[in-house]
């Protein structure tokens, strides 16, 4: 599959379906795309209801048709608006037009449900591991055992998540073949440095250092 990271913790998966992951849009001052480049979108999958991750959610759906696939919570907000929903929690797996969706633990906060998720998206016999917002936790050793991603984004700024130095301890946990590190330098609140995690993540990991609009095969 291909993997765009449109900016922040938006990315957007292409293979035999079209699915967005946390699509912060409008507003996003390092998103690569707008509400107005989305034409189609089979899935939205949003890991909590901050601004920065549910962003754009409701309304690509409400634009493509698009099933929305969060936690309880937030997925029976997005059914009072009249989406297609796919309902889910942490433990859970979902199949949705052949996208299997896998709810993780995340170490974090939101409005709704008072939680946050990660997710492992598997198309074409590829897992993407998308950390959501989380702090570093033991969690993901299970994560790593049980799911094993071909391919995690981690967050790296280092107030609202790890720093650099825990999300390289993170990649070790997960035992990740790749990684590539997101959700920073999109405010001045969230500044980080990829190359800093690089330096500290140690193993077989291939770090992967994208922009925002860069388009990676998987
Ligand atoms: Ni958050
Ligand atoms: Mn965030």
């Known amino acids: 599959m291909n993997i765009t990271w449109i900016g922040h913790s938006a990315l957007k998966l292409e293979g035999s379906k079209i699915v967005y992951i946390d699509p912060f849009l409008s507003g996003n001052p390092k998103a690569s795309m707008g509400l107005a480049n ?14 920065d991750h549910l962003g754009d959610g409701y309304a690509i759906c409400q634009k493509t048709g698009a ?20 309902m889910m929690n942490v433990g859970g797996t979902v199949v949705v037009d052949g996208v299997s ?20 998206v598997e198309m074409d016999c ?21 799911y094993r991603p071909d391919i995690g984004f981690l967050p790296i700024d280092g107030r609202f998540n790890m720093t650099p130095r825990l999300a390289a301890k993170a990649v070790e946990l997960l035992a990740l073949p790749k990684v590539v590190p997101f959700h920073y330098d999109t405010f ?17 990991c291939e770090v992967i ?9 998987l």
Do not use: C, W
Request: no cysteine; proline share 3%.
């Open 209 to 217: 250092i994208l922009k925002p609009g860069d388009r990676y095969e």
């Open 101 to 120: 969706i896998s709810m993780v633990p995340a170490f974090h906060t939101g409005g709704l449900g008072g939680t946050a998720t990660g997710v492992v």
């Open 67 to 86: 099933v929305f696939v969060s936690f309880f919570e937030i997925a029976e907000a997005a059914a009072k608006k009249g989406l297609k929903v796919e």
């Open 126 to 146: 590829q897992k993407v591991y998308h950390a959501g917002d989380t702090g570093l936790t033991m969690e993901m050793k299970l994560i790593g055992e049980m």
């Open 38 to 51: 989305v034409d189609k979108a089979d899935v939205v999958v949003v890991t909590h209801d901050h601004g």
């Open 188 to 204: 001045d609140a969230v500044k980080s440095s990829p190359e800093e995690f690089k330096n500290y993540v140690t193993g077989d």
